[in-house]
């Protein structure tokens, strides 16, 4: 058995730096809704905070998945992992190995890649075999036919795994490996099956849910609300109601934060345990999101 890596050093600054820059931006943003005066400016930086963070579980998972990607080669089969992803092909479903320079054609790329982030699905090639891409650069590829579909990598040595595999086909398969395709969504429903997990993950929605209808009524019916008080116990100068959106917001974020947090941690029976408790935090943490938001409108109603 004989285990390749791609070349992960570049992509993973790349993507860190991606991240940070979305990051960033998302600081940037709620430091100018907090700073917000009026209702309409306040609306759409609470508009704009919540589309921001939509690419930072897209990259931080693109970054934890080339991370852990590797290229298996033994004389029953490949293995192919990416991340969540993962590819059994026997060896005696193989029926070539070719680098990409071969084929004297363009490959058709997933429609949304980074570099160090090749992955996903491509347009099939003229021969109508669809193609996926389980690679960090574009050039000095790897592809793996099989009848049903082609498989491109990009492991750091290219000639040697293209070598290898052709020593060990000449040896014939034993014991082909089972033939074997695991998506990341085929994993979450499996999660999805599980009552405590489901039960949870519905009482944080309903919870936020409740947040979010609380706010958008009580902004329509105050014009002014405080936040705090000073350090003399005095309150705050009033803001727009609308700066009430910042609770929900708020837990929203921590909430997600938290599923997807578990959701990596779940994957190891070592820190399942700790994948529960982020969950159960979430379901603690929207309830005081909600004592908050009833203080505040005690107090500085």
């Known amino acids: 058995m004989y285990t390749y890596y791609p070349l992960r050093r570049n ?3 790349l993507l860190g730096i991606f991240f940070a820059l979305v990051l960033l931006v998302n600081v940037w943003n709620i430091y100018l809704v907090t700073q917000a005066t009026s209702g309409p400016a306040f609306l759409q930086g609470l508009v704009i905070a919540l589309i921001a963070p939509i690419p930072l579980p897209w990259l931080a998972y693109r970054f934890w998945a080339l991370q852990n990607a590797s290229y298996t080669l033994q004389r029953d089969g490949i293995q192919l992992r990416w991340g969540m992803r993962a590819v059994d092909i026997p060896m005696t479903e193989v029926e070539w190995v070719r680098a990409d320079n071969e084929l004297q054609m363009k490959l058709p790329l997933p429609w949304m890649h980074l570099p160090g982030a090749i992955i996903g699905m491509g347009r099939h090639l003229a021969g109508g075999l669809p193609i996926e891409f389980f690679a960090e650069r574009t050039r ?9 579909k082609i498989y491109t990598i990009s492991p750091a040595e290219t000639q040697s795994f293209i070598q290898l595999y052709a020593e060990l086909s000449q040896f014939g398969s034993l014991e082909p490996i089972p033939a074997r395709s695991v ?3 085929f994993w979450l429903s ?3 099956q599980l009552r405590p997990v489901r039960n949870m993950l519905i009482s944080v929605i309903v919870l936020n849910l409740i947040l979010v209808t609380w706010v958008s009524l009580v902004s329509t019916t105050y014009q002014e609300i405080s936040l705090g008080f000073d350090p003399e116990g005095l309150p705050l100068p009033p803001l727009p109601a609308t700066a009430l959106w910042i609770i929900p917001f708020l837990n929203f974020i921590s909430s997600l934060a938290d599923w997807i947090l578990g959701l990596f941690l779940y994957r190891s029976t070592k820190y399942r345990h700790l994948a529960y408790v982020l969950w159960v935090s979430s379901l603690f943490i929207a309830v005081l999101f909600l004592g908050a938001l009833y203080y505040i409108l005690q107090t500085g109603g």
């Open 11 to 13: 992509g993973l600054i």
């Open 140 to 148: 000095g590829l790897i592809l793996i036919a099989t009848s049903e």
């Open 183 to 185: 998506y990341p969504s």
């Open 190 to 192: 499996n999660i999805w």
